[in-house]
């Protein structure tokens, strides 16, 4: 049984010598892994140490960049600002050259316009000089031809004096056929004023015949028998009477 015991504890002693020499070997590896993580440690707080001053860094850059764009900004500001008072003064500069362009233009034509009136005034002072020399002309032939009309004058003189005396005695003529047309105008009117007057009177005489004519025929036709003679005087009368306005007429 002590043999058995023995055995036991030796067996026992084995196994705990086995757990411990594992418990070694694990607190070996425990203390490795502690130091692989006292040195992982060290360096994360290395790497945090760095990582802060690169968050520090970073965080300042940051605001340098910031500060940066603000400014940035504002340029931008204030060169659109300026692109913006550019793009006035380049409008202001094409309306302007726009408006040299047609001045330009305008004064072109100026030109052109001066230079078609110099022409014109140079055509017409060469046509006035030509002009000028068949005026000369002219008078030169016009005062030969006075000459020769003075020459001439004395004929034409007495001529004339024969013409005025024709055109007096024509004149006389005409006054007398003038007034002897008159006084047959003013006979001829005074006639005519006679023949209406005749007419007038000869019209007033038929309508008393004819009213006589038709009083004694109803007088004929209302008394039986009637009187003849006096229905055979009325149209015999009539009938003078109307010959007289006609030879009156």
Avoid: C, W, Y
Wanted: glycine residues 4%; without cysteine.
């Amino acid at each position: 049984e002590l043999r058995g015991r023995l055995d036991e504890l030796a067996a026992e002693r084995e196994r705990v010598r086995g757990e411990l020499e594992q418990h070694a070997r694990t607190a070996a590896e425990t203390d490795t892994a502690l130091a692989a993580a006292r040195r992982d440690r060290a360096q994360l707080a290395d790497q945090v140490t760095e990582l802060t001053g690169s968050l520090q860094s970073a965080l300042d850059e940051a605001k340098r960049l910031r500060a940066a764009l603000v400014t940035a900004q504002a340029a931008e500001k204030s060169v659109r600002d300026q692109a913006t008072t550019m793009a006035a003064e380049l409008r202001q500069q094409r309306l302007r050259l726009e408006e040299v362009a047609a001045e330009r233009a305008d004064a072109l034509q100026d030109a052109d316009q001066a230079r078609a009136e110099t022409r014109a005034e140079h055509t017409a002072r060469v046509k006035a000089e030509q002009q000028a020399r068949d005026a000369r002309d002219q008078i030169s032939d016009a005062l030969l031809q006075r000459d020769r009309a003075l020459e001439t004058t004395g004929s034409a003189h007495e001529r004339l004096d024969q013409t005025r005396t024709a055109l007096a005695e024509q004149q006389a003529e005409a006054a007398r056929q003038a007034r002897l047309a008159d006084e047959l105008q003013a006979k001829v009117s005074m006639l005519i004023a006679e023949r209406d007057a005749a007419r007038a009177e000869a019209e007033r005489a038929r309508r008393s015949v004819d009213q006589f004519i038709a009083d004694q025929r109803r007088g004929a036709d209302g008394v039986p028998g009637g009187a003849p003679g006096l229905r055979a005087v009325g149209p015999q009368a009539a009938g003078r009477t109307e010959d007289r306005a006609e030879d009156r007429t």
